[in-house]
């Protein structure tokens, strides 16, 4: 059954550092998300991707954030300058059409120390 | 937008019981609808999903039940196991305007008593 990778499982980091967290995306899927999980609480959307460009972002993905999808698999997350908030699960998404369920990652566990 | 939200954050059921997660949502033009299943230290799985052209769609073992008049979806639970026990959360996919991103509501944990 096709599925939706990221690497690595868990990133632990310096604060002001900069991560790249890495998805590979099922391959026949055009929509792309990037969420995030604190410990304990519900899942937060991010950034979503679409036709080449971002299509909606919320207020935590600011200047520090950005999306890439360089070739036709990969779709990467990138944080500038870590903060001890960055602290979270991190969980890459992708859906076939709007009407169709999304398939999420197993999620990068990001530690800002 | 969309908010989405859950009634109870917490349901404790004994193994065998059938089990009843609720979800309220806000915007009367919804028209898809999504459980997941969120076990610890993994990512959401889809269990279960419905179009708003429909009031109720069967799974094995999972009912979705879908209440338009009141925006008000449930997911059921049947001879609930331990296996069971995880996070649920509803979602509910936005339109084009919204970057068709995916709004989850807070989660329900589902506690399964042997």
């Known amino acids: 059954e096709p599925e939706v990778t990221q690497t690595p499982s868990h990133q632990v980091t310096q604060m002001g550092q900069e991560v790249i967290l890495r998805c590979v995306p099922i391959s026949n899927h055009l929509y792309f998300y990037w969420y995030r999980q604190i410990l304990g609480q519900k899942v937060e959307f991010l950034v979503s991707f679409y036709n080449n460009e971002i299509s909606e972002k919320s207020e935590i993905f600011d200047d520090q954030f950005s999306v890439e999808r360089p070739d036709g698999s990969n779709f990467t997350l990138k944080i500038r300058s870590t903060k001890l908030e960055d602290s979270a699960m991190y969980f890459c998404?992708?859906?076939?059409?709007?009407?169709?369920?999304?398939?999420f990652g197993q999620g990068t566990r990001l530690t800002v120390v | 937008g969309e908010s989405v939200g859950l009634h109870l954050p917490t349901l404790s059921v004994q193994e065998g019981d059938n089990s009843i997660i609720n979800c309220a949502y806000s915007?009367?033009?919804?028209?898809?609808f999504i459980w997941y299943k969120q076990e610890s230290g993994k990512g959401p799985q889809f269990i279960i999903d419905?179009?708003?052209?429909?009031d109720k769609r069967q799974g094995q073992r999972v009912t979705v039940l879908l209440n338009k008049t009141v925006k008000h979806l449930s997911l059921q639970i049947a001879a609930t196991q331990p296996g069971d026990s995880a996070v649920y959360f509803c979602?509910?996919?936005?339109?084009?305007?919204?970057?068709?991103?995916?709004?989850f509501g807070a989660g329900t944990i589902l506690r399964v008593k042997s």
């Open positions: 419905i179009r708003s052209n429909m």
């Open positions: 979602a509910v996919p936005l339109g084009v305007e919204y970057g068709n991103k995916l709004v």
């Open positions: 915007n009367s033009a919804s028209d898809y």
């Open positions: 998404a992708s859906r076939l059409s709007r009407v169709t369920e999304a398939f």
